[in-house]
């Protein structure tokens, strides 16, 4: 899951729990001892009644009871009054009233002080001990429906709004507080992915820089970390790119001593000065291919492009390849070449070209044939170019596009292959925002090139 | 003998090529800076001139410009190994030829003679050079002169003979293998872009015809044609 929604929700069910438990606590540490105040004051009342039932009976006898019984009842919230014998029969008020009540008058008769019953969610109870003057003695009970604070978020209209509020404003601040987390972090991602991509001068502290917190911090130790990759990287280009330029003055001087020394030469020394002409040879080619190679990685960017038909070059290159091929008797076929138009480097596209199939051809039986065949599908042009080598182990085939990465020690030095044609193949693609990729097919190497056509021209 | 004046900053390599290159039957100078070597091959004295392109106090391609502006002397070119924009450049200014640096200087000494050999012809007077007019486009061979549409056109000695070539046989395709071998004087090797490079640059300087055709058309894998309206 994405982190915004991760960070979203968590946010949102710590609200909804904040909330659960606010209202719990509201009613155990609010509501609770509010409902005691009222049961104490309660029984006073009731104690005060009780006493005042007691002087009444006295002074005015059983009917002037009544009489108060009865004004009783009409006192706001209307109540139930009614009055029980300690035996258990009503005096006054209706006999099924008090059913529920009894374990509350036989408090009352026990404790011989008022009483309350607050346990029902909606009716309250409460006695009191009344004595009449011949000594008989009754409980006073009074029942009434308690009103409760109506519920703050459901029931009612106003209950819906708040709690609609509530929702809506909790929703806002957790979608806003998960954007302010996450957003540095969507910016650290694409400038990790940009960097990875190549683009080594990638930064993201401007962006994020106004904060003050470790995500500011994060994005400060990446730019560090960039900038030295940056700095090796470039260093490193830098130096293969000197050690390169360098090496060729004393080869060229080398060169050319060697044919002075040519010139001078006797028939036994002529064989000798042949093998160093070789690696001399040799030494040039591999020097200008890593210059090539030092110049694509520094400075892909500023290739030039031109629209290019692709079948052109594929068809050219396969020719000459297949000129050097049969000196060596293998051959190389076009089987398909669709005419393609891509922008790009006509000179790095043929290189990249003439590096893979020049490596197919030196690495093909005798007697085989390189087929190469070019095909459009979906805006790409699609290049391949299979061999009858035998083919590379599976695991060392995204290791052939490294410099130097030789497969097999013996068979490279053999076939007298540099390292590097492939690694400038990919190069040059890559600069195209192609891709190359090697696989085993057929019994032999099978490489790809894929990359994107040009619209199609006014 | 043929004088031919070396510009290049690596003191030790001309003596080397001086060396060698007198055992080939050629005089030699040697300069180490692009200003003096701009002095020197604009005095008359030499025939022909090795430019290296990294020079100090005045690169290569400043001396080949300024030379060009005034003098034809032909220039072979010394261009870094694995820089494409670097012989292209160089042949664009009007170097006759080029060659990747480090080089094998028996090549060196082939073409040296291959582009003397083309531009002597001229003093010698060779009676098989007669003069071509095609198409708006007037060769004298004998003066080495080249002119469209009454403008001369500043060719060097290689695009000249490309175009020589092409318009002898205009109409018909003339294969890249001799075109190699009767202009440039070597064999045509695979994967060589030379005279692709040479051609294209012709192909510039010769502009396209009035209705935006190309004058010399490319038969791909085989050669070129100058085409005919």
Same mark, same amino acid.
């Given at each position: ?59 005015? #006898? ?235 990685? #520094? ?160 | ?229």
């Amino acid at each position: 899951m994405k982190l915004f929604v991760k960070i979203f929700l968590w946010f949102l069910a710590a609200v909804a729990l904040m909330v659960c438990v606010i209202i719990f606590v509201t009613r155990t540490f609010q509501t609770d001892p509010m409902v005691s105040r009222t049961q104490r004051s309660t029984r006073n009342q009731m104690q005060i009644y009780g006493g005042t039932a007691n002087q009444i009976v006295g002074a005015e #006898g059983e009917a002037g009871l009544r009489n108060f019984l009865a004004r009783l009842r009409d006192v706001e919230p209307p109540r139930e009054v009614d009055l029980v014998a300690n035996d258990g029969s009503v005096w006054f008020g209706e006999s099924g009233d008090v059913d529920d009540s009894r374990e509350l008058i036989s408090r009352t008769v026990a404790s011989g002080a008022a009483e309350t019953d607050f346990s029902s969610d909606d009716r309250s109870v409460a006695s009191a001990p009344v004595v009449f003057p011949d000594g008989r003695r009754f409980v006073l009970v009074l029942q009434w429906e308690r009103q409760s604070p109506p519920p703050l978020f459901w029931g009612s209209t106003l209950g819906y709004l708040r709690l609609g509020g509530l929702l809506t404003t909790a929703v806002i601040l957790c979608y806003l507080l998960a954007l302010y987390l996450t957003s540095p972090i969507r910016r650290l991602r694409e400038a990790t992915q940009k960097l990875a991509g190549g683009d080594l001068q990638t930064r993201v502290a401007t962006r994020v820089v106004r904060r003050r917190d470790e995500l500011a911090d994060l994005a400060r130790d990446f730019d560090v970390m960039a900038e030295r990759i940056e700095s090796l990287i470039t260093s490193q280009q830098r130096l293969t790119r000197d050690i390169s330029h360098e090496l060729r003055s004393p080869l060229a001087r080398l060169n050319v001593a060697l044919e002075i020394a040519k010139q001078k030469s006797t028939p036994d020394t002529a064989a000798i000065l042949d093998r160093i002409e070789t690696e001399s040879t040799r030494l040039n080619e591999m020097i200008s291919r890593l210059l090539t190679l030092a110049k694509l990685e #520094g400075g892909a960017e500023d290739i030039e492009r031109r629209r290019l038909d692709l079948a052109e070059i594929v068809r050219d290159v396969a020719a000459d390849a297949d000129f050097e091929a049969q000196a060596k008797g293998k051959f190389v076929e076009v089987s398909s070449a669709d005419s393609c138009d891509v922008m790009g480097s006509e000179n790095l596209l043929r290189s990249a070209v003439e590096n893979v199939l020049r490596n197919a051809v030196r690495y093909t039986d005798e007697r085989t044939v390189v087929d190469v065949s070019l095909s459009r599908s979906n805006g790409h042009a699609i290049i391949k170019i299979a061999d009858h080598g035998g083919g590379v182990p599976d695991e060392e085939l995204p290791n052939l596009f490294r410099p130097f990465y030789r497969v097999g020690e013996a068979r490279e030095r053999k076939t007298g292959g540099i390292g590097l044609g492939l690694a400038i193949a990919e190069r040059a693609v890559s600069a195209h925002k192609g891709t190359i990729k090697a696989s085993n097919s057929n019994g032999g190497l099978l490489v790809e090139i894929t990359l994107d056509t040009a619209p199609i021209a006014d | 003998m043929d004088k031919i004046l070396i510009i290049d900053d690596d003191e030790e390599l001309c003596e080397l090529v001086s060396e060698y290159l007198t055992v080939e039957g050629f005089e030699i100078a040697c300069v180490n800076d692009g200003e003096t070597g701009l002095e020197r091959a604009l005095s008359g004295e030499y025939d022909m001139a090795i430019l290296d392109v990294m020079l100090p106090k005045m690169n290569g391609f400043d001396v080949l410009r300024n030379l060009r502006e005034e003098s034809k002397l032909p220039v072979i070119m010394l261009t870094a190994r694995g820089d494409d924009m670097e012989r292209i450049v160089g042949l664009e200014i009007g170097a006759d030829d080029y060659l990747p640096k480090p080089f094998n200087p028996r090549e060196l000494a082939a073409r040296l003679r291959a582009i003397l050999r083309r531009t002597t012809i001229v003093e010698d007077g060779d009676e098989g050079q007669e003069k071509l007019d095609i198409d708006g486009v007037q060769l004298s061979p004998a003066s080495r002169v080249a002119v469209r549409d009454g403008e001369e056109l500043n060719l060097t000695s290689v695009e000249f003979g490309l175009l020589h070539e092409l318009l002898r046989d205009a109409g018909k395709v003339v294969k890249k293998e001799d075109l190699s071998e009767t202009v440039l004087e070597r064999k045509l090797s695979p994967f060589d872009r030379s005279l692709d490079m040479h051609i294209s640059n012709l192909r510039k300087k010769l502009g396209a015809r009035g209705d935006g055709s190309e004058r010399i058309k490319t038969i791909r894998s085989v050669g070129y044609i100058y085409t005919v309206v």
